[in-house]
C-alpha cells in the first residue's frame, strides 16, 4: 500500500512542476528577445496593419516588424534556440486546448517554393531580393 502511496505522489508532483521545468514563453512583445542587428520597421508594419483583417474573437493584437541583414536559416536558428520549439505537429488543434494549459511551441519544415528565389519588387518596395536563403551545395 506504501508503493501506492508513493506512486500518487510522485504523479502530482510531476503534474504540478512540469509547467515550471518547461520553458518560459514571454507573456508580451517586449519580452521577445530582437535578433542581433535587426531594425525597426514602421513601413512595413503599417503596410501589414493596413491589410491584416481580425474577426471578432481577436482581443487584442500589435505588429512589429523588423528588417535584418541576415539569411533567414540563422534567424530561424535564433529564434528556435530561443523558444526550445520541437518539431512536428503537436497534436492538438487551438480550439481544443483548456483554460490553463500550454501547448509548447512547435513548428514544421517545408520546402521552399521557387517564386522565393525571385526578385520581387510590390507597391515600389523590395518584398523579395532572392538571396535570402543559404544556397544548398551540390554533392561532389
Same mark, same amino acid.
Given at each position: 500500500?506504501? /508503493?501506492?502511496?508513493?506512486? &500518487?505522489?510522485?504523479?502530482?508532483?510531476? !503534474?504540478?512542476?512540469?509547467?515550471?521545468?518547461? *520553458? @518560459?514563453?514571454?507573456?508580451?512583445?517586449? =519580452?521577445?528577445?530582437?535578433? +542581433?542587428?535587426?531594425?525597426?520597421?514602421?513601413?512595413?508594419?503599417?503596410?501589414?496593419?493596413?491589410?491584416?483583417?481580425?474577426?471578432?474573437? !481577436?482581443?487584442?493584437? =500589435? !505588429?512589429? *516588424?523588423?528588417?535584418?541583414?541576415?539569411?533567414?536559416?540563422?534567424?530561424? @536558428?535564433?529564434?528556435?534556440?530561443?523558444?526550445?520549439?520541437?518539431?512536428? &505537429?503537436?497534436?492538438?488543434? *487551438?480550439?481544443?486546448?483548456?483554460?490553463?494549459?500550454?501547448?509548447?511551441?512547435?513548428?514544421?519544415?517545408?520546402?521552399?517554393?521557387?517564386?522565393?528565389?525571385?526578385?520581387?519588387?510590390?507597391?515600389? @518596395?523590395?518584398?523579395?531580393?532572392?538571396? &535570402?536563403?543559404? +544556397? /544548398?551545395?551540390?554533392?561532389?
Amino acid at each position: 500500500m506504501k /508503493i501506492g502511496r508513493i506512486g &500518487w505522489l510522485l504523479l502530482v508532483l510531476c !503534474v504540478f512542476t512540469s509547467p515550471a521545468l518547461a *520553458a @518560459r514563453l514571454p507573456n508580451r512583445l517586449d =519580452d521577445i528577445p530582437i535578433y +542581433p542587428g535587426a531594425v525597426r520597421d514602421p513601413e512595413l508594419e503599417e503596410l501589414y496593419r493596413e491589410s491584416a483583417y481580425y474577426d471578432e474573437t !481577436v482581443v487584442f493584437s =500589435d !505588429v512589429r *516588424a523588423y528588417t535584418v541583414n541576415a539569411i533567414v536559416d540563422d534567424v530561424l @536558428r535564433f529564434y528556435l534556440d530561443y523558444t526550445e520549439a520541437t518539431e512536428g &505537429w503537436p497534436g492538438i488543434d *487551438a480550439e481544443d486546448v483548456e483554460p490553463g494549459e500550454m501547448v509548447g511551441p512547435w513548428y514544421s519544415v517545408t520546402f521552399y517554393p521557387d517564386r522565393i528565389f525571385e526578385h520581387i519588387v510590390e507597391y515600389g @518596395r523590395v518584398m523579395n531580393e532572392g538571396n &535570402w536563403i543559404r +544556397p /544548398i551545395k551540390p554533392p561532389n
